[in-house]
DNA sequence: AAAATATACGATACTTAAGGTCGTAGATAG
DNA sequence: CTATCTACGACCTTAAGTATCGTATATTTT
């Protein structure tokens, strides 16, 4: 049910990676591609969204590239996803509101409401827009320290009450 | 981002419909179909699923239908998620886990990973599930109040700063 | 027996995401 | 000046997901 999509999750990457370089140096979309083995389309298509929403800043030209523009603690992560995912980010009702290729059922929750989950529906996302934006992209951004081994060292046995596909 | 799909928001109506009848009172998949403009098909399929999880019981034949099992109390949204759209449902990185019919990129973010912001995704995922955890969904059989109206009666414009499609 | 209902399985169309291709423009290195 | 590297932007193809529909069977009431 809560999924980012591909634009996303290689924006965190792309944008812990460049947080970790020293003043103004500029990465290039190949780098990174490279550098985690991302398909470069897609982490160029991405840098340039994430370039858009003023996130980072680009240099054209050889030896060009892009380098952070905001610290990543002055982003809240409901932020970037309304900007990287657009306005429908958060999600429940198919009905409220219903945009542009939104295929709504015949419930307008608004105000001729038949379904009645509507007002339940907006506090919902009033309570995750709120919870979204207690996290900060720099969470993402911090050092990958191994997490307190577990004393067993068991692929897969420890998750299992909590076995997760995506997160 | 966070978008619930049909099944489930209909799976809510109905809860929040069968919530609110007496007793042992049974609904019909078509009672709720016809009540709220849904498609029976899809309503049938959602409420066999509903009782698959155990959530509400059947009674067969005619004039059969079904009615609630469990208190809506009882159950949180992180419950009712994981049993109507699967294990997979909270997400982030594609690539964690990557169970069948995901494709993930190359990188194993458990142990041998190049990305590194696997631990801060499953730190958000263990956030997310605990968020998930804290709402009953009894919140959404409540009374569908209207809430407080605004004091100028503008179609869209209150909305505008948070103008989201989806919840 | 007949009607209403759940139950189960399958098929199809639509929508979206993901990835890829191509061409253009700007800047540096040589 | 030219070749090369890079950002930039439009378009296309394919794969996956999801909503929707259809059909048949079992069970109970009337």
């Known amino acids: ?3 980012l999509n591909r634009t996303t999750e290689y924006g965190l990457i792309a944008l812990r990676h460049m947080s970790r370089k020293s ?6 979309a190949r780098e990174i591609a490279d550098t985690y083995g991302l398909p470069f389309e897609i982490t160029a298509k991405t840098l340039q969204r994430l370039k858009d929403t003023g996130l980072i800043q680009s240099v054209q030209g050889a030896r060009g590239g892009y380098a952070l523009k ?3 603690d002055e982003v809240t992560l409901a932020d ?3 900007e990287m995912e ?6 429940a009702c198919a009905s409220i509101e219903s945009g542009p290729g939104v295929s709504g059922h015949a419930c307008d929750c608004e105000y001729d ?10 506090n919902l996302n009033n309570k995750v827009l709120q919870f979204l934006s207690g996290i ?3 969470e993402f951004a911090a050092e990958a320290v191994p997490l307190v081994q577990l004393t067993s060292f068991e692929p897969k046995a420890a998750n299992s009450q909590n076995s997760v596909g995506h997160l």
Do not use: H
Request: aromatic content about 2%; glycine content about 12%; hydrophobic content about 40%.
């Open 1 to 3: 049910m809560i999924k």
């Open 23 to 28: 003043g103004g140096a500029v990465t290039s």
């Open 70 to 72: 905001k610290s990543l």
């Open 80 to 82: 970037f996803l309304r």
């Open 86 to 91: 657009g306005p429908q980010a958060v999600v």
């Open 113 to 122: 409401s038949k379904c009645q989950i509507g007002p339940a529906m907006k």
């Open 136 to 138: 900060r992209l720099s």
